[in-house]
């Protein structure tokens, strides 16, 4: 069977959390899945938001959304 990379766990906080809960929900997400990548940004939601994205389920598609899903949520002043 091939080795695949770690997943990708991604959280979208809701709108009301603090940078200071991102970061803190970060490292208690690191730190408890090792076996991931993990990134966590601030959606426009009321709730939170998870998904996982694998190595071997992508495709050019899921690719694409995953990296809308980062640039939509970078800081302005990074974005352009």
Not at 19 to 26: F, P, V
Not at 30 to 48: G, P, Q, R
Not at 51 to 70: G, P, S
């Given at each position: 069977?091939?080795?695949?990379?770690?997943?990708?766990?991604?959280?979208?906080?809701?709108?009301?959390?603090?940078?200071?809960?991102?970061?803190?929900?970060?490292?208690?997400?690191?730190?408890?899945?090792?076996?991931?990548?993990?990134?966590?940004?601030?959606?426009?939601?009321e709730e939170a938001k998870f998904e996982a994205f694998y190595e071997k389920d992508f495709n050019k598609?899921?690719?694409?959304?995953?990296?809308?899903?980062?640039?939509?949520?970078?800081?302005?002043?990074?974005?352009?």
């Amino acid at each position: 069977m091939p080795k695949y990379s770690k997943p990708i766990f991604t959280i979208g906080l809701p709108r009301h959390c603090t940078e200071a809960d991102m970061a803190e929900m970060r490292i208690a997400l690191t730190n408890k899945l090792t076996d991931y990548y993990v990134l966590v940004y601030l959606s426009n939601l009321e709730e939170a938001k998870f998904e996982a994205f694998y190595e071997k389920d992508f495709n050019k598609v899921k690719y694409e959304e995953l990296k809308q899903i980062i640039i939509d949520n970078l800081p302005k002043k990074l974005n352009g």
